[in-house]
Each structure stands twice: as structure tokens, then as C-alpha cells.
């Protein structure tokens, strides 16, 4: 009988030998990366090569919907040419950006939205991103993970 891993990111129950949670695409830690020799770290905020940041949106109308964070500054908002589109009138034309540091963390900042940016739960008006965040746009919630780009495999 084989048991159960909760994803500490989402709370949702996988199977042990799962490597990533199938609501959220977050990565379960591992004794060792094959590739690279490290000990990943859930939580952890920098990217390592060939990883980048991803929001994923775990409530609201486009549910499981991923976004790569690959260029140094993405819109989040309600304006069509947002790279995080989200269609409600709950959330601004131009609602919050995130930002790709130079060191490989990420930033998160509101853009005087009327409804706020919330992250873990509190509003705020700019903050650093860490692995397993949980951001509210709107009606929207998203989680932000770090992983290969285009998610797991």
C-alpha cells in the first residue's frame, strides 16, 4: 500500500511517488537532483539555471492556467495585452507587475490597483516573491512556484 504526499504548496493529496503535485505543478522535494547534484529546496526563491518563476492560477474561471515569467518585467491585469490576462472586473486594466531581478529572485508590485494585490494573505504595494506565494488579484488566486520552463514533465 503505497501513501500519500500532501503538496505543502496547495494542500492537495498525491501520490507518494509523485515528483509533482497534479493540482499545482509544484515540484515535491527529492533526496537529490539527479542533474545537478543539489538538494532542492521547496520555498526556495532564486532560480537555478534553466528554471524560471510560473504563476499558477488555482482559483477563479481559468483554474490551472500557467504563465512563465521569462521576460524581466510581466503585466498582470485585465487588458488584453497582459502576459497574465485575467478577465474580470474584479481586477484592473493594469493591476500588479513582476519583475525578474538580476540576482534570480522576483518581485511582486501593486499598480494602485482599486482592488489591492494581496500576497500570503496581505496587501501590499511591492514585495520579493518566494516559492509557494500565494498571490489574489481580483477573485483570481495564484500560487507562484519555480521549475523548468513549461512546467513538470
Known amino acids: ?36 547534484g543539489r538538494i ?12 524560471v518563476g510560473q504563476l499558477i492560477i488555482t482559483r477563479g474561471p ?14 498582470i491585469g485585465r487588458n488584453p495585452k497582459s502576459q497574465v490576462f485575467l478577465d474580470d472586473i474584479t481586477v484592473s486594466r493594469t493591476h500588479a507587475r513582476i519583475r525578474r531581478n538580476d ?10 490597483s482599486l482592488n489591492g494585490t494581496y500576497l500570503d494573505g496581505e496587501r501590499i504595494t511591492h514585495a520579493v516573491l518566494r516559492e509557494g506565494a500565494q498571490l489574489q488579484v481580483g477573485k483570481f488566486r495564484l500560487v507562484f512556484v519555480i521549475g523548468p520552463l513549461g512546467g513538470p514533465a
Open 1 to 36: 500500500m503505497s501513501s500519500n504526499q500532501v503538496c505543502s504548496v496547495c494542500g492537495v493529496s498525491n501520490n507518494s511517488d509523485a515528483n509533482f503535485c497534479s493540482a499545482c505543478g509544484a515540484p515535491f522535494p527529492r533526496d537529490t537532483d539527479q542533474d545537478t
Open 40 to 51: 532542492p529546496l521547496l520555498g526556495a526563491d532564486i532560480a537555478a539555471p534553466g528554471e
Open 62 to 75: 481559468t483554474a490551472g492556467a500557467r504563465f512563465a515569467i521569462t521576460d524581466p518585467v510581466v503585466e
Open 103 to 112: 540576482d534570480g529572485t522576483y518581485s511582486l508590485e501593486d499598480c494602485e
